[in-house]
């Protein structure tokens, strides 16, 4: 059993920056990989990025180039920098474990957290 926490989440002004944090407690999931999803208002949950054991990452085209996504193995924690922030990104982000994971649209999820609010004022 894993349980995941988010937290970094807040309200930014537009073209600002922040960095969430994903920490597990349990079993350790460097074994897994790791993604961040969102889920807008009114919208269905989304992939915004995702990093293997190995450190290969993926992004969905709306966040290449302003969003980067860590992990810190021995912290047992991941990271999803996000700068550029648009109003558009708000929403409610959650990280999972991934199983397996292949590509953006590829991956298997085991646990999830339970989200952190961000909130991006235009």
């Known amino acids: 059993q894993v349980q995941l926490v988010e937290s970094g989440g807040g309200l930014v002004q537009a073209g600002g920056s922040l960095r969430l944090s994903c920490a597990a407690f349990?079993?350790?999931?460097?074994?897994?990989?790791m993604g961040w999803f969102r889920q807008a208002p009114g919208k269905e949950r989304e992939f915004v990025a995702a990093?293997?054991?190995?450190?290969?990452?993926y992004y969905a085209d709306s966040v290449q180039g302003r969003f980067t996504i860590s992990r810190d193995n021995a912290k047992n924690t991941g990271y999803l920098q996000m700068n550029r922030l648009k109003p558009e990104d708000t929403a409610v982000y959650y990280c999972?474990?991934?199983?397996?994971?292949?590509?953006?649209?590829?991956?298997?999820?085991?646990?999830w957290g339970k989200g952190t609010l961000v909130t991006v004022s235009s």
């Open positions: 349990g079993r350790t999931f460097s074994s897994y990989g």
């Open positions: 999972a474990s991934l199983v397996y994971v292949t590509g953006p649209n590829k991956y298997g999820i085991n646990y």
């Open positions: 990093i293997k054991v190995s450190g290969t990452t």
